[in-house]
């Protein structure tokens, strides 16, 4: 099992800053990738960014290029989101994703929530206008 926790969400307003964090542990070794997904009210989950488990590879939704950055702590399993220009529509909550399997790495694939095994419990972005 691998357990993944997220934090960081916090309300700001609109141009704000803010990181979110993803904490993944457990059988850690059998995970090739973490991903971030969004999810807003009456909207289906959406993907956000996707960055292989060693830190390499970072792909994003076209909505947060340039705006949005996917990295790893290098001593540590942890996995951040470093958010700038902050929009309303990025409101949502945000999830981390951990995927296990080495063959997800299609433009599909990388953004399909079904490639990926276990999910954190979201923390809530909100960006008033």
């Known amino acids: 099992q691998v357990q993944v926790v997220e934090s960081g969400g916090e309300l700001v307003q609109a141009g704000a800053s803010l990181r979110l964090s993803c904490a993944a542990s457990g059988r850690t070794g059998s995970v090739y990738a973490m991903g971030w997904f969004r999810q807003a009210p009456g909207k289906e989950r959406e993907f956000v960014a996707r960055i292989d488990w060693s830190g390499g590879n970072p792909v994003y939704a076209d909505s947060v290029k340039g705006r949005f950055t996917i990295s790893r702590d290098n001593a540590k399993s942890t996995f951040y989101l470093q958010m700038n220009s902050l929009r309303p529509e990025d409101t949502a909550i945000y999830y981390c994703?951990?995927?296990?399997?080495?063959?997800?790495?299609?433009?599909?694939?990388?953004?399909?929530?079904?490639?990926?095994?276990?999910w954190g419990q979201g923390t809530q972005v909100t960006v008033s206008s």
């Open positions: 994703a951990a995927d296990r399997t080495p063959t997800h790495y299609t433009y599909y694939a990388a953004r399909n929530s079904g490639s990926y095994d276990y």
